[in-house]
């Protein structure tokens, strides 16, 4: 017999008798409408999938919010991607919302087809150096599509925060900040979750942009 089982828009097509003697076996993932991720099994059921919490450190990566704050935010990132540059707004309105309960780690994640997104990394890690990270990393996610053609934009972008342009240019140059973006890279590869940026983790577990709020007022009205 078939047995058809459909979560969102996922539809999966079972084949087998309709008797099944044996412990039902996983045979796929899916999503609920609510962004659960769930396992497939063959008997034509599904169960929620166990929770997955990585422990990434800080390091030396830059953030926003309390050191001491209750929910963490991972966020990895690339300089020319739209959907990066999008979330950046949801993110501003989290930490603004939530102040004093909310820290976001930002990450980078250059993309290979982008050929400018790590030296824009570069950049606000060199603005880091002089305390302006965050306020570099803003302002090239509000201009990212002029990257493609104006790889140096960040230094416009330095010179209208009254960075030492100079200094910039050199630090660009120092291999230990390219050493922290292949760091940042080596992290989400060792997660072995699907590489899309962005990618964000809540107190480790891997959480959509589209259900982040919910998840950390969840995690706030139950800290236990």
Not at 11 to 16: S, V
Not at 50 to 59: A, C, D, L, R
Not at 107 to 131: E, I
Not at 194 to 202: D, I, N, Q, T
């Amino acid at each position: 017999m078939k047995k058809i089982l459909i979560i969102n828009t996922l539809i999966i097509i079972l084949l087998g008798s309709s008797v099944y003697s044996q412990e039902p076996k996983v045979i796929g993932e899916g999503t609920t409408k609510t962004g659960q991720k769930v396992l497939i099994l063959d008997d034509g059921t599904w169960k929620n999938k166990p929770k997955e919490i990585f422990k990434i450190p800080v390091g030396n990566s830059y953030y926003e919010g309390p050191s001491d704050a209750k929910v963490t935010i991972i966020e990895w990132m690339d300089y020319q991607w739209p959907y990066c540059a999008k979330s950046t707004g949801t993110v501003e309105n989290i930490l603004k919302k939530y102040s004093k309960d909310v820290r976001v780690v930002y990450k980078n994640f250059p993309l290979r087809s982008h050929k400018q997104a790590n030296l824009a990394a570069l950049y606000a890690l060199a603005a880091g150096n002089q305390g302006m990270y965050n306020e570099m990393h803003k302002k090239i996610m509000s201009r990212y599509t002029e990257l493609k053609n104006n790889q140096d934009l960040p230094l416009e972008l330095a010179a209208e925060l009254g960075l030492n342009i100079d200094q910039l240019k050199v630090d660009i140059k120092d291999p230990l900040l390219q050493d922290q973006i292949n760091l940042e890279v080596k992290e989400l590869r060792g997660t072995k979750l699907r590489l899309a940026v962005p990618k964000f983790l809540v107190n480790g577990e891997e959480t959509s942009i589209k259900v982040i709020q919910q998840k950390i007022t969840q995690i706030l009205n139950n800290p236990n």
